[in-house]
Nanobody, 114 residues
């Protein structure tokens, strides 16, 4: 059973930074693509950033230059460094992993005050 556990969310003022972490159980992490989605109240869940097993990354346009996704295969962990946060970044952030199906974490709340 694949389990994903996020941490690192919280309340921050606009312009501040947070780093999200997602630890994946099991031994498959290094061979799988992983990433982060987010969902604001009343909106759909949208892709924020992704990183392939080879380390290639992609970002949604609204976070380019502000967010950085990375992975540490030795720790089975994917990170999302978020800088220059804006109120519109407020959402629940979910990490995911592709392994046949898509596995999700429980989500971590990020709130950016203006």
């Amino acid at each position: 059973q694949v389990q994903l556990v996020e941490s690192g969310g919280g309340l921050v003022q606009a312009g501040g930074s947070l780093r999200l972490s997602c630890v994946v159980s099991g031994s498959i992490f290094s061979t799988r693509d992983v990433g982060w989605y987010r969902q604001a109240p009343g909106k759909r869940r949208d892709l924020v950033a992704a990183i392939t097993r080879g380390g290639s990354t992609n970002y949604t346009d609204s976070v380019k230059g502000r967010f950085t996704i990375s992975r540490d295969n030795a720790k089975n962990t994917v990170y999302l460094q978020m800088n220059s946060l804006k109120p519109e970044d407020t959402a629940v952030y979910y990490c995911y992993l592709h392994y046949g199906l898509v596995y999700w974490g429980q989500g971590t709340q990020v709130t950016v005050s203006s």
